[in-house]
């Protein structure tokens, strides 16, 4: 199956101009979301990494299936205001505006290896927001890892030092 089927592109949302990658089709798809986590698995399966952290939202929904796979913890990175406990916070610009991202003050430790995931890398500040938190606690960032890659907005250019794995490109 190719799974690049089973991605909609949606115009205009979440503001006039943007092109919206929706994998909830391939969510939904029995076969297609298992060979999409399979993707992840495959390549990170083996390598060492302590902890997967999932990036609000849908980093939750690839990045906890693949931490169960290979035998890791699950960390997620929230959006404001979601999180009980002590937690650290970082700004970050979207491009269609800003935002933040917060974590456990207590979610990681020096040293722990680390697989940041989310669903689509477009210009890479939310990852780059992610590595700095995680940074803060210690942690080494291993790789990023994300089913979709939107080229032309280089958001590798904003991850730099750290291994990039994507598996769709637009």
Not at 36 to 63: N, P, S
Not at 91 to 112: P, R
């Amino acid at each position: 199956m190719a799974i690049e089927t089973l991605i909609r592109a949606i115009p205009d949302f979440p503001i006039p101009g943007i092109l919206f990658r929706d994998i909830t089709p391939l969510l939904k798809d029995k076969q297609g979301f298992k060979e999409a986590i399979d993707l992840f698995v495959d390549r990170f399966k083996g390598r060492g990494i302590d902890y997967v952290v999932g990036i609000e939202a849908r980093g939750y929904m690839l990045g906890a299936p693949l931490a169960y796979a290979i035998g890791a913890g699950f960390v997620p990175v929230r959006k404001p205001g979601k999180l009980p406990y002590s937690k650290l916070s970082e700004s970050y610009a979207l491009e269609y505006g800003t935002n933040s991202l917060e974590i456990h003050a207590d979610a990681l430790g020096n040293g722990d290896k680390v697989l940041v995931v989310d669903d689509l890398l477009a210009t890479g500040g939310t990852a780059a927001a992610t590595r700095r938190l995680l940074e803060r606690l210690g942690a080494q960032v291993e790789a990023f890892a994300f089913l979709i890659e939107l080229e032309a907005l280089k958001g590798r250019d904003a991850l730099q030092g750290v291994a990039v794995e994507t598996f769709i490109s637009y």
